[in-house]
């Protein structure tokens, strides 16, 4: 039986409890071991975390212990899927480059707030976690984030919708959906889920189910015995 960490907690507008108890549901019904914790101690134990299959953090913003993401990017490096949704995962340590820098992205605006209507554009042929999924429109926060080129992107939305000073430029197409390599790990992300309920949007939830189960799979293909050389990053606290 595979294993899920899910780790919930920070500031309270994104519902991280209920948003919590919508992936372990999911995560319970696909089959998975779920312990949920609603500390950030839950990534003090390295060794306990390359034992998972999955790690998925519902955390926006705080701070966290330095030693915790190094412990949290080495159990990803050595094969553990690292999944996550809205400023739960690229919006949870704003001063821990080393977070973004595993992650693949850090929100920074979401012109127009809450409510914007958008179409999640889906990147047809990009990847089988989208096969048969078609674009879909949403009311909710419209995420500008700053992501990695390194991400290979599954979704995108067209910006500018809401004015704003970055209308002066030309129309840009934001990832929504991506997912990336942390040496043998597979990460995911999906820019969607302000609360709780776009969590339940049957095609978000879809998304996610893809997600997860494709970042979990990634620890039993990862080469035997292959060792891969730990990336610890420097805290913006050490330069």
Known sequence: ??????????????????VAEIFRGQLVEEGFEVEVSDTLEAFADGEKLKGLDLIVPVWTMGRIEQDWVNNVSAAVQSGVGLAGCHGGMCDSFRDNTDW????????????????????????????PLVAGIEDFVVSTEQYY??????????????????????SANKAVDMPVVWTKRWGHGRVYYN????????????????????????CAEGKGLAPAGESQEAYTGMADNQL
């Open 100 to 127: 973004q820098f595993m992650t693949g992205g850090q929100w920074i605006a979401h012109p127009g707030n809450d409510g914007t209507e958008y179409t999640v554009e889906i990147k047809a042929g990009s990847s």
């Open 1 to 18: 039986m595979k294993k899920a960490l899910i780790v919930w907690g920070g500031w309270d507008g994104h519902q991280p409890k209920e």
């Open 145 to 166: 984030l700053h992501v990695d080129p390194a991400n290979e992107v599954l979704a995108t939305t067209r910006f500018p919708l809401a004015p704003g000073p970055h």
């Open 191 to 214: 820019s969607l889920g302000h609360q709780a309920n776009i969590m339940e949007i049957p095609v978000v939830k879809e998304l996610m189910r893809r997600g997860f189960n494709w």
